[in-house]
């Protein structure tokens, strides 16, 4: 029982260790009336990109995921060549013969939890007019592998069901600054994907339009390690833990 408590203290030992060593820099882009497709006014371009820089295998691991998922591309390309992925799958086809102003901007922030995992959460909002609303994605990782935190390492898939059936029994967090109507709506939820790890629970964001309307904005809903620890994989209870 001793030598196993001693390979534990150890192995949470790194993630501390490795924690103290995470350094952050970041990539600004402002770019105004960015014209680079025929027929298009111009796009004023905001990004602010965050990431790890460290030389390590595990930061340079971290920082290709994340690299691609800001930039929303399958490899990593030089950063003009990359905002112009990232500018057409925002707006598609929809700047064919497009003659009125549009806005892209794209904010990245970091959070270490528990000296163990990395949150990487990404805000977006594209306008188009009146605008199609604030979206966010978060993305988490191990500190000790680098690997992704997906929600299949978090529960198995007959837990999942569980948590979800827990998350629609309840209200979001923002329930009572909604209105009266609002609040009557039943919420039809279908995932787990977007949540960010907090040092004691778990956050799951819905964007605009997925579990409500538009006007409604976003819906999050925070709970505690003891309500969802009977759920949770074996591998997975670490990351609560300081």
């Not at 163990?116 to 993305?139: A, E, P």
Request: proline fraction near 2%; aromatic fraction near 16%.
């Amino acid at each position: 029982m001793k030598k196993y408590t001693l390979l534990i203290l150890l192995f949470f030992g790194q993630y501390a260790i490795y924690a103290q060593k995470i350094a952050l820099d970041t990539i600004w882009v402002k770019r105004y009336g960015w014209a680079y497709k025929d027929g298009m006014t111009g796009t004023d371009l905001m990004l602010q990109f965050v990431y790890p820089n460290g030389t390590d295998s595990i930061a340079q691991h971290i920082r290709e995921d994340i690299t691609k998922k800001f930039f929303e591309t399958n490899t990593i390309s030089p950063l003009d060549e990359s905002c112009k992925v990232l500018l057409e799958n925002s707006f598609g086809n929809m700047w064919i013969g497009l003659r009125i102003k549009t806005y892209l901007y794209r904010y990245s922030a970091v959070k270490i939890v528990n000296n163990k995992t990395l949150d990487y959460i990404i805000y977006h909002n594209q306008i188009v007019g009146c605008g199609d609303g604030t979206r966010s994605y978060s993305y988490c990782y191990s500190l000790l592998t680098g690997n992704r935190i997906t929600i299949d390492s978090l529960f198995c898939q007959s837990a999942q069901s569980k948590v979800i059936k827990l998350l629609q029994s309840r209200h979001d967090d923002y329930y009572e600054k909604r209105s009266e109507e609002d609040r009557k709506m039943h919420r039809d939820i279908k995932h787990l994907d977007n949540f960010i790890l907090l040092p004691k629970g778990l956050m799951f964001i819905y964007n605009p339009y997925e579990i409500g309307f538009g006007y409604e904005g976003g819906f999050r809903y925070t709970v505690k390690f003891s309500e969802i620890r009977q759920f949770l994989k074996p591998q997975a209870i670490g990351y609560f833990f300081e």
